[in-house]
């Protein structure tokens, strides 16, 4: 009886981590609010999504309590994730906004506590197996919408006729679908009884992305198949090695200055302008900005308030309302200065060298995957700030990649 109660009480606990990840992907709740036409402040959020949010993090923290021990030590093993919820914490001192920076900060702190709840309860390829069916669903769910109730899941707006699904933008629905079909790839190289399923998630999460005509999302996909070979070259012979990337340095080389010489023409090509979509114009503003608090910022989340707040300057000279940077490390920057890029960054290095030394083969998820997302994160934050973002899902796998890295001791010297 016991034995049984405790595999329900399993079974239970990953329906949970299931629901829980496809809500932090902003999927079904945020499209709704909006279709309903609600509307919120800024600085004050939306109090439904504020509800779930927390009703899962109190579940996380119940959950977490029987790892205390695990967590603990694995805070020790790597200190960086903990330094820079601290410096959050602490940046309520100098915030333009402090309530809203403590707010928020218990958010991140619940958000990066999931993360580590993943990498202290499951092993790697069981975290890949959650988040293959919670993107599935959400992959289903976005069709499904789109196809009955197209009015909610295709765009109506400028990008009339681009998939959304159960998103309130095409762009998400393309970030989901990149994220989900590096998952199912990574399960597909792995093989094993589950490979029809990887092989038919990693086509439907590709036809997804090619219908939300997501372009930046499309460019990393093709930079991330490009990578998993440079990733499996890595354990190759010493003199293979040394052949791979002088070819690719000539050829990556090569392609780097014709893009230079015609960047206007590529970006033409993917239907982009030269600013990219007003990006290049709007961290140029934010690096002035960033400028006149360069070493600690503005506090935790206390930038972008709209009006009556600093952010109200550069939405005026840019000519519209950006709710983030759109990168990473300029919106890091303006949070917690180049204190905490710093930090964020000196961890990043400490994971991807972690990553390159594990001792499993490429072929394994353990092997593979911790790079491949760490490439992913990386790339994403380019245009994107997934940076210690609260209640996102990208920053919580951010967290569960590198607390699983350091969970163990298994590293082997090249």
């Known amino acids: 009886m016991s034995t049984d109660l405790h ?18 992907s902003d999927a079904v709740i945020p499209l709704l609010r909006m279709e309903s036409g609600f509307d919120f402040a800024r600085s004050q959020g939306d109090p439904l ?34 330094c820079l919820l601290v410096m959050t914490w602490l940046s ?13 900060g218990a958010a991140l702190t619940g958000t990066t506590l999931f993360g580590m709840y993943l990498a202290v309860r499951y092993e790697l390829r069981e975290q890949m197996r959650l988040l293959a069916q919670a993107l599935g669903l959400a992959a289903i769910l976005s069709l499904l919408v789109a ?11 400028i990008h009339e006729g681009s998939w959304r699904g159960i998103f309130v933008h095409k762009n998400i629905l393309g970030q989901m679908m990149v994220l989900s079909s590096m998952v199912y790839l990574v399960l597909l190289a792995e093989g094993g009884k589950l490979l029809l399923c990887a092989f038919a998630g990693f086509a439907f999460s590709l036809g997804l992305l090619l219908l939300s ?18 990733f499996k070259a890595l354990r190759w012979h010493y003199y293979l090695r040394i052949f791979f990337f002088s070819a690719l340095l000539v050829t990556g080389g090569s392609g780097i200055v014709w893009l230079i010489q015609n960047s206007g023409y590529a970006l033409n090509a993917l239907g982009r302008d030269p600013t990219l979509s007003g990006r290049t114009e709007l961290w140029e503003l934010v690096l002035d900005m960033i400028l006149k608090r360069p070493l600690l910022g503005y506090g935790f989340s206390a930038f972008w308030m709209g009006l ?41 290095f400490a994971s991807v060298r972690k990553a390159l030394r594990t001792k499993y083969p490429m072929d394994a998820i353990e092997g593979l995957w911790p790079l491949v997302y760490l490439a992913f994160f990386l790339l994403f934050n380019l ?13 919580l796998l951010y967290a569960a990649t590198v607390f699983s890295l350091f969970k163990k001791n298994d590293e082997v010297a090249w």
């Open 7 to 24: 595999g329900q009480a399993g079974l239970w606990e990953k329906a949970f981590a299931i629901t829980a990840l496809l809500l932090l």
């Open 49 to 82: 999504m504020q509800t779930v949010y927390s009703g899962i993090y109190l579940v996380i923290a119940l959950l977490t309590i029987r790892y205390r021990k695990t967590v603990f030590a694995l805070v020790l093993r790597e200190k960086f994730l903990a």
């Open 92 to 104: 309520a001192l100098w915030s333009d906004a402090p309530g809203i920076t403590l707010r928020r």
């Open 147 to 157: 196809l009955f109730l197209p009015a909610m899941g295709i765009s109506r707006d």
């Open 213 to 230: 005509t997501a372009k930046t999302s499309l460019l990393i996909f093709v930079a991330l198949m490009a990578l998993l070979a440079l």
């Open 308 to 348: 009556g707040s600093k952010s109200a300057d550069v939405w005026d000279l840019a000519g519209w309302d950006a709710s983030h940077a759109h990168n990473g490390i300029l919106n890091l920057s303006l949070d917690l200065g180049l204190a905490g890029v710093l930090v964020f960054t000196l961890g990043f």
């Open 383 to 395: 245009t994107e700030s997934s940076i210690l973002r609260q209640n996102n899902i990208l920053w």
